[in-house]
């Protein structure tokens, strides 16, 4: 069982700056892959970035060039570094880990981007 436990959210003006943060249970080099999803009211769940040990961090084409995805394996954490917000970039976000072939999923944090 892996818990993941999501933090950083909150409310920015556009063209601001958050970092999101998530806390895995268990060491990051053992699991297969990270990510950040997020999903917006009425909207249905959308990749935003992937980390897989070893290969190049890969971005939904929205983000790209202001989201930065990263990884501190001695902490267990994850990190998602989003620049230059925009409203629509609102949403809760979701911090995933696959483990073989079982998907596990934090509670979520709230990021509204509004002036």
């Known amino acids: 069982q892996v818990q993941l436990v999501e933090s950083g959210g909150g409310l920015v003006h556009p063209g601001g700056s958050l970092r999101l943060s998530c806390q895995t249970s268990?060491?990051?080099?053992?699991?297969?892959?990270l990510a950040w999803y997020r999903q917006a009211p009425g909207m249905s769940r959308e990749l935003v970035a992937t980390?897989?040990?070893?290969?190049?961090?890969t971005y939904v084409d929205s983000v790209k060039g202001r989201f930065v995805i990263s990884t501190d394996s001695p902490k267990n954490l994850m990190h998602l570094q989003m620049n230059s917000l925009k409203p629509e970039d609102s949403a809760v976000y979701y911090c995933n880990a696959r483990l073989g072939e079982h998907d596990y999923w934090g509670q979520g944090t709230q990021v509204t981007v509004s002036s």
């Open positions: 268990i060491y990051i080099f053992t699991i297969n892959s």
């Open positions: 980390i897989i040990p070893g290969r190049r961090p």
